[in-house]
């Protein structure tokens, strides 16, 4: 990802898990690749096998 799309993509988790300890989230397999780099500790549960079109997946992510 570039340095624009990871800061966006911080801001983005950040405000997702603000109040949550568990999130459904589409999430691109860059974006997955990228939340478990930096998360290790969380468990991510596909929720669906089937991409969309734009390629990203439901995932259920729990810290």
């Given at each position: 990802?570039?340095?624009?799309?990871?800061?966006?993509?911080?801001?983005?988790?950040?405000?997702?898990?603000?109040?949550?300890?568990?999130?459904?989230?589409?999430?691109?397999?860059?974006?997955?690749?990228?939340?478990l780099?930096?998360?290790?500790?969380?468990?991510?549960?596909?929720?669906?096998?089937?991409?969309?079109?734009?390629?990203?997946c439901?995932?259920?992510?729990?810290f």
């Amino acid at each position: 990802m570039t340095v624009k799309k990871v800061v966006g993509f911080d801001d983005f988790l950040e405000d997702s898990f603000k109040e949550n300890v568990s999130r459904e989230l589409r999430l691109s397999a860059e974006e997955l690749e990228y939340l478990l780099s930096k998360y290790p500790k969380a468990t991510v549960t596909a929720l669906s096998r089937r991409e969309s079109a734009d390629g990203k997946c439901w995932y259920l992510v729990q810290f």
